[in-house]
């Protein structure tokens, strides 16, 4: 906290605010040492001394001594108890020092000698604000601002204030009055825009950057908050419009680069948002993001030799991150070759040893490939070494009920899945399941239930639910349910068998 308060005191003391500070006050008998008819006058030596004393204080002061310069002030003090500069000087030193106490008794002297001072107000309110005390720190900026309505020192505090409390409008009213005061500021255009953006007032934030920018055509930090502010505003090309422009200024500019690849990938032009990223391969060579990026294009368009290539195109360049290995096993996961996704899978365990996701992954891939004995063993080690781990308790615990194993456990491990993501329909469903073979129907039909609710068109929820009713005998319901999934899955020849069954039952 120290030197957050000689900050403070640098900026508040020594360096004025764009030539808005506060004019230097000096001692009245300063002028009046140099008539020599003064020497002669009874006071002149109290004079004398109080403002040697006074200037030792600020030589020390310069030096950053502070304690020093506090012993100086405190004797000019003794000589002369009514000087108010004095007082705010030793103030601020005590603020420095963080003895706030002193230091709010001398500034409120400071102010009793010189009610029109600006400076006091302005340290006090700091105090308070250090202290968490907001309310009384506005206070005190409001009396400054009553000495002084444009003093752009104390406006620029007091927006702070506000934004450490969160009263971002009342910090934007502030912003505007410095803006009337201190025009064509670039940078308080900026934070004016910010503050317009979080209120959610898009309209005024693109207005104000805008002028930012006419301010300081190469106000980066500027440009890109604008091309932010189209992209929420959903002027997708304007955003890429305003980011070209940024690659213009500066053509290394990363996240440019990467808000035009989304922005193009959006409007459905992946082959330009496959530009972008291959930009950013050369940008950062050692960056497994665009690979990843590009990855995602060729995979969710279900082009998966490209999706290959691009990958192995990373591990050939020295890329070879344990994220791309996964890629590859998810890859080989959706083309159904189990073999090479446990390969790939044991790569990035091997490279990432306490990745739980990728020991998941590997896990499920051996199950896929029919080793489910190693399945469960690596299942059991990941959740006793990650209990909260919610993919591999409903995996492990449902591969359980499957095989009739240990139902309580099987209930026990789902159960735990369940509670930990609530929202999760495949974990009720499998809780549901697990209820079940346990015998334990009611608890089936409201698990089952929810995650029919959760995932209406999943054929196999549907199909456990319909199971459960029609072991209850309930054979509209099971009909209901069974023919909901064979519509969600009408190549599955066992639910057909299901719904036969049922309905020969009700003729």
Not at 339 to 359: D, H, I, L, S
Request: a negative charge; proline letters at 3%; one cysteine or more.
């Amino acid at each position: 906290m120290r030197h957050l308060f000689a900050a403070v005191f640098c900026l508040v003391i020594c360096i004025p605010f764009a030539g808005a500070a506060e004019k230097e006050t000096t001692f009245d008998f300063t002028t009046k040492l140099i008539d020599a008819d003064r020497t002669k006058a009874p006071e002149f030596k109290n004079d004398s001394n109080a403002l040697a004393h006074y200037m030792m204080g600020t030589v020390y002061d310069n030096l950053a001594d502070t304690s020093q310069a506090i012993e100086e002030y405190e004797k000019a003090l003794s000589y002369r108890d009514d000087l108010s500069d004095v007082y705010l000087k030793l103030g601020a030193d005590f603020l420095i020092q963080n003895k706030l106490p002193q230091a709010k008794e001398a500034l409120n002297k400071a102010i009793e000698l010189d009610p029109g001072s600006v400076q006091p107000y302005l340290l006090l309110a700091l105090i308070h604000t250090a202290k968490g005390e907001y309310a009384d720190a506005e206070r005190r900026y409001e009396e400054a601002l009553k000495q002084n309505p444009d003093n752009l020192k104390v406006l620029a505090f007091l927006s702070d204030l506000f934004i450490a409390e969160q009263k971002l409008d009342k910090a934007a009213e502030v912003y505007e009055k410095i803006l009337r005061v201190r025009t064509g500021d670039a940078f308080l255009y900026f934070n004016l825009g910010l503050l317009y953006s979080k209120l959610n007032l898009m309209d005024k934030a693109e207005a104000t950057l805008e002028k930012a920018i006419e301010v300081d055509t190469e106000y980066i930090e500027a440009q890109m908050l604008l091309g932010l502010i189209y992209e929420i505003e959903g002027k997708f090309t304007k955003a890429i419009n305003q980011y070209e422009r940024v690659t213009e200024l500066v053509p290394l500019n990363k996240e440019a680069h990467i808000r035009m690849g989304q922005l193009y990938y959006k409007l459905g032009d992946s082959e330009r948002a496959i530009e972008q990223n291959r930009i950013l391969m050369q940008l950062d060579v050692d960056s497994v993001e665009p690979y990843l990026r590009i990855f995602s294009i060729y995979a969710a368009e279900r082009r998966f030799d490209k999706a290959e290539e691009v990958l192995k195109e990373a591990l050939r360049k020295g890329v070879s991150d344990a994220v791309i290995y996964a890629s590859l096993g998810y890859l080989a996961v959706l083309e159904r070759k189990n073999k090479e996704a446990v390969q790939y899978y044991a790569v990035a365990v091997e490279k990432e040893p306490e990745n739980n996701t990728f020991r998941f992954y590997l896990a499920a891939a051996l199950d896929r490939l029919g080793k489910r004995k190693e399945a469960i063993e690596r299942l059991e080690e990941i959740v006793a070494q990650a209990p909260d781990f919610p993919e591999a308790l409903n995996y492990l615990g449902y591969i359980y009920v499957e095989e009739g194993m240990d139902l309580d456990r099987a209930i026990t491990l789902t159960k735990k899945a369940a509670s930990l993501d609530p929202n999760n329909g495949a974990y009720a469903d499998s809780l549901g399941w697990a209820y079940y073979k346990k015998g334990m129907l009611e608890e089936a039909v409201q698990e089952l239930k929810k995650a029919a609710e959760l995932l209406p068109r999943d054929a196999i929820v549907r199909e456990h639910l319909g199971d459960v009713y029609f072991t209850l005998n309930d054979y509209d319901k099971a009909e209901e349910e069974w023919e909901a999934s064979f519509k969600s899955n009408p190549d599955s020849k066992r639910v057909k068998k299901k719904l036969d069954k049922v309905r020969k039952i009700k003729r």
